[in-house]
Nanobody, 120 residues
Framework: QVQLVESGGGLVQPGGSLRLSCAASGSGLSINAMGWYRQAPGKERELVAAMPSGGKADYADSVKGRFTISRDDVKNTVYLQMSSLKPEDTAVYYC??????????????WGKGTLVTVSS
């Protein structure tokens, strides 16, 4: 059974940095894309950054120049390096993967979320 396990959230002051990690567990996975979404209180979930296999990263306009997404395909892990954090970046951050297990079709999977709070 596929699981996405996130880590790295927490409390940080404005202007600070955090690094989120998300590892996909499972055997024989074929991963098309991995990325990060976030949901702030009272708002809809939105794309933060995504990286398809062998493709170019895509970022929300609000995080361009401040966040960097990267992948380690050997470890089936995606990272989100967040810098120059602002209070409006406060949200629950969810890992997403579009992948398939052997003998199954591609499906979307989500992590449980990790809270990032930017506050002084």
């Amino acid at each position: 059974q596929v699981q996405l396990v996130e880590s790295g959230g927490g409390l940080v002051q404005p202007g600070g940095s955090l690094r989120l990690s998300c590892a996909a567990s499972g055997s024989g996975l074929s991963i098309n894309a991995m990325g990060w979404y976030r949901q702030a209180p009272g708002k809809e979930r939105e794309l933060v950054a995504a990286m398809p296999s062998g493709g170019k990263a895509d970022y929300a306009d609000s995080v361009k120049g401040r966040f960097t997404i990267s992948r380690d395909d050997v470890k089936n892990t995606v990272y989100l390096q967040m810098s120059s954090l602002k209070p409006e970046d406060t949200a629950v951050y969810y890992c997403h993967a579009h992948l398939k297990e052997p003998w199954r079709p591609h499906m979307d999977y989500w992590g449980k979320g990790t809270l990032v709070t930017v506050s002084s």
